[in-house]
């Protein structure tokens, strides 16, 4: 099957998203309980505050969307395999060229060091996935991406599954029916990346 960027949109739309397995075959997901973060709740601890100040990384938005995406496919510590298969980046590259799909990068002296990446439908932003060459550098961009989503509108910051990582943010689990209704409320927002 083709991963079209239409296909991709109305998965999104209903709340289902795509996973690429050991053999490159595109699962799709609907999982419940579903991870959020609510944009309201979002927690920020005091020494990632500190380090924000001291203003170490230079970020960027959709100046490196393919690139954050290799990285992110990149095998790391605690995975040998990746669920980015190279059907997958064409496919949210397309997104991207359509406007569709985002990235929030840190820099550091000139170097791509973290980011993460995740698709726009109205006011949902689904996260899709992060990476960290350099401490902290994921989580800025965290930082950076919830003060983005605020400024621009956003009502919905799905996460899909809990890690925790994530649960330092103040991710919580809810039930498949509340994403359902809060996925159909944030359809009809208008919002800005």
């Known amino acids: 099957m083709k ?18 397995d050991e053999d490159g075959a595109i699962y799709w997901y609907d ?6 973060i609510p944009l309201e ?38 995975r040998e395999v990746t669920w980015i298969s190279p059907k997958i980046i064409e496919a949210y590259c397309e997104l991207h060229a359509l406007g569709f799909a985002h990235s929030v990068e840190t820099w550091m002296e000139g170097k791509l060091v973290g980011g993460l990446y995740g698709v726009t439908l109205g006011g949902l932003f689904a996260g ?3 990476f960290s060459r350099a401490r902290d550098s994921s989580k800025v961009a965290m930082v950076y991406l919830v003060e983005r989503l605020r400024r621009g509108g956003f009502v ?30 944030a359809l009809t927002v208008w919002a800005r990346f």
């Open 31 to 36: 999982p419940d309980p579903r991870a959020i």
């Open 41 to 78: 709740n979002f927690h920020v601890s005091r020494s990632l505050a500190r380090t924000i100040k001291q203003g170490k990384f230079e970020i960027r938005v959709d100046s490196a969307f393919r690139a954050v995406m290799q990285a992110c496919a990149e095998p790391g510590p605690d």
């Open 156 to 185: 919905l910051l799905d996460t899909q599954f809990m890690t925790d990582h994530l649960r330092r943010f103040g991710t919580i689990e809810i039930p498949r029916e509340e994403y359902q209704a809060r996925l159909a409320h």
């Open 3 to 20: 991963l079209t960027s239409a296909l991709l949109l109305n998965a999104y739309s209903q709340g289902i998203f795509p996973m690429a």
């Open 128 to 130: 899709e996935s992060m």
